[in-house]
């Protein structure tokens, strides 16, 4: 074998073995503990049923530091918070008003004067771990 031959076989034989072996067996990754939430009533603090008078509801991630909104969806819109016209840690839109302020998200509706109900979906992170919290108001 030439000397070129060598080189590469060497060269592709340990790409093949550092692809194989970059992984660790104990990565972290996929294996977050799940959010854990309180609020300022009772119930699950994830699952938010609102009055048509709207108000100001909150609640607070206590095992991670500074999430933040990934996205909040309505029936006919949803806003991601890392676009340029919002921010990840306020989203104002229609009827309704999320704000993350350290580990506290300020959820804030406006009353509901159409007669139907509606739906807010609100994905919030952390880096690599998703939540959500879903809304209705009657």
């Not at 060497?10 to 990754?29: G, H, K, M, P, Q």
């Not at 309180?38 to 699950?44: I, M």
Request: glycine residues 6%.
């Amino acid at each position: 074998m030439s000397i070129l031959k060598k080189s590469t076989f060497a060269a592709l034989l340990l790409i093949v073995l550092t692809t194989l072996f970059s992984c660790e067996l104990n990565s972290e990754d996929g294996r977050w503990t799940p959010m854990k939430w309180t609020s300022d009533r009772p119930g699950d603090p994830r699952k938010i049923t609102a009055t048509a008078e709207g108000g100001t509801y909150q609640l607070k991630c206590t095992n991670y530091g500074g999430p933040w909104i990934d996205n909040v969806t309505s029936q006919d819109t949803t806003i991601f918070g890392a676009s340029k016209e919002q921010d990840s840690r306020h989203i104002k839109y229609d009827w309704y008003d999320v704000l993350a302020k350290e580990n506290t998200f300020y959820i804030t509706l406006l009353p509901n004067t159409t007669g139907k109900e509606r739906k807010l979906s609100i994905v919030v992170t952390a880096g690599d771990i998703f939540d959500y919290v879903e809304v209705t108001q009657k």
